[in-house]
């Protein structure tokens, strides 16, 4: 098992375990969970750009997602993202993750340029990852929110880890 597995297990575990220490998000999506009821009022469709690090390929990238709220803590996440390295090659993947206050995480589909796992035409795989989202209620003051993510993708028994930053902008109340 590789260390950054590990870990990913590790936090997320103690992610799962923990509880909500954000007031903010305690007041207003606790009860609305307790009831049954959607915490969409909590938070808001938004697109955004990133910035990424592909260690294995050593290539930056750049890319666009948005989240999609689905109900409690559930979150869809479609991105595309481009990478930079010694040949071009893309990324699209399909998330779904769970959102806590500041940490979020999840796993989804990935389909990947296959020059990016030394293969052919294109692959198919996994994430799993961590990420570092700023949340909380909506506020005219925070249409931007910022995340920080680690990923890890799995392809056809290879895996590659990337960081990525980035803003999100919130669409509409």
């Not at 990324?91 to 959102?99: G, T």
């Not at 990016?116 to 294109?122: D, E, M, T, Y």
């Amino acid at each position: 098992m590789s260390l950054g597995l590990l870990l990913y297990i590790v936090i997320g575990w103690s992610a799962l375990c923990a509880r909500p220490a954000d007031a903010a998000w305690s007041r207003e999506v606790r009860p609305l969970i307790a009831s049954g009821r959607s915490d969409r009022r909590a938070m808001a469709p938004a697109i955004g750009v990133h910035g990424a690090y592909d260690y294995q390929a050593d290539a930056p990238g750049v890319g666009l997602h948005s989240l999609l709220p689905i109900g409690g803590l559930r979150v869809f996440s479609p991105a595309v993202e481009l990478f930079l390295g010694d040949s071009l090659y893309w990324q699209a993947n399909a998330d779904m993750m769970v959102r806590r206050p500041l940490l979020w995480r999840g796993v989804g589909l990935t389909v990947a340029d296959g020059a990016r796992f030394g293969k052919q035409g294109i692959q198919v795989g996994y994430n799993l990852f961590l990420r570092l989202q700023q949340t909380g209620v909506r506020r005219p003051e925070r249409l931007l929110r910022w995340f920080v993510e680690a990923r890890w993708t799995y392809v056809d028994n290879s895996h590659h880890f990337r960081p990525a930053a980035g803003l999100s902008v919130v669409l509409f109340e």
